[in-house]
């Protein structure tokens, strides 16, 4: 079935570092990845996407990348600052008229920066 | 701009009780899907209204039930509730796009439901 795998489910930097979030789709259907940052008593706040015709994509100090192949994307975010510190959740969509618009979710990954 | 808003922000119930959560899109937005996310845990999919139709569900019982307004705000009807339905509910609103498109979801801060 559809199911999504998030490593690692914590993960803690020191402030100025680097942190990388992976997620493993089982869906080869899947076409659209987005990635939610989710603070305390918040809904989940979308951070960036990409599509399955783009292998990387860029804004600013965050990044994601996708290798359709394996099935794999990740969250790459640089120069970490501690306004950074939540919990992010990749997922993965099928194309609309494809069972689109249904997110299937990771599990979560609880990122900590330390100043 | 008014993002997602969700209504009651926080629920208390007991069991059997039946509850009504409600949700109003962002403005230009016309599909709004249903989340359950458990504590520590990623949202679920609990179903998705477009055209005030039902148009996909996920593995949720009949329980489960919703309705959208000609206005695209939309209800969740939660019946005979169980201890496991506490949870926060998320709503996100979409704008449809032509087939074969992906619309980008954007998410409603959530009911915290506790039924005791």
């Known amino acids: 079935g559809e199911n999504v795998e998030q490593h690692p489910s914590t993960l803690s930097v020191q402030e100025g570092d680097s942190a990388v979030i992976k997620c493993t789709y089982s869906d080869s259907a899947s076409n659209y990845f987005p990635w939610y940052k989710q603070e305390l008593g918040k809904g989940p706040q979308l951070i960036i996407d990409i599509r399955s015709n783009v292998g990387e994509k860029k804004d600013q100090r965050i990044a994601v990348t996708l290798n359709k192949t394996a099935k794999h994307f990740s969250l790459h975010i640089t120069e970490t600052q501690p306004e950074d510190s939540a919990v992010y959740f990749c997922?993965?969509?099928?194309?609309?008229?494809?069972?689109?618009?249904?997110?299937?979710f990771g599990q979560g990954t609880e990122l900590s920066v330390k100043p | 701009d008014a993002g997602v808003t969700q209504s009651p922000t926080h629920l208390i119930k007991t069991r059997g009780q039946q509850v009504t959560l409600r949700c109003s899109p962002k403005?230009?937005?016309?599909?709004v899907s249903w989340y359950q996310q458990a504590l520590g845990q990623g949202p679920q999919f609990i179903f998705q209204y477009y055209e005030e139709e039902e148009r996909q569900r996920g593995n949720f019982p009949d329980r489960f039930s919703g309705h959208q307004f000609p206005n695209y705000s939309s209800e969740l009807n939660v019946n005979a509730l169980l201890l496991g339905d506490s949870a926060l509910y998320l709503c996100?609103?979409?704008?449809?796009?032509?087939?074969?498109?992906?619309?980008?979801?954007?998410f409603g801060p959530g009911t915290r439901l506790t039924v005791l």
């Open positions: 403005s230009g937005h016309d599909t």
């Open positions: 996100a609103s979409s704008h449809i796009r032509l087939a074969g498109g992906t619309d980008t979801q954007y």
């Open positions: 997922a993965a969509s099928r194309p609309r008229g494809n069972q689109g618009g249904k997110l299937i």
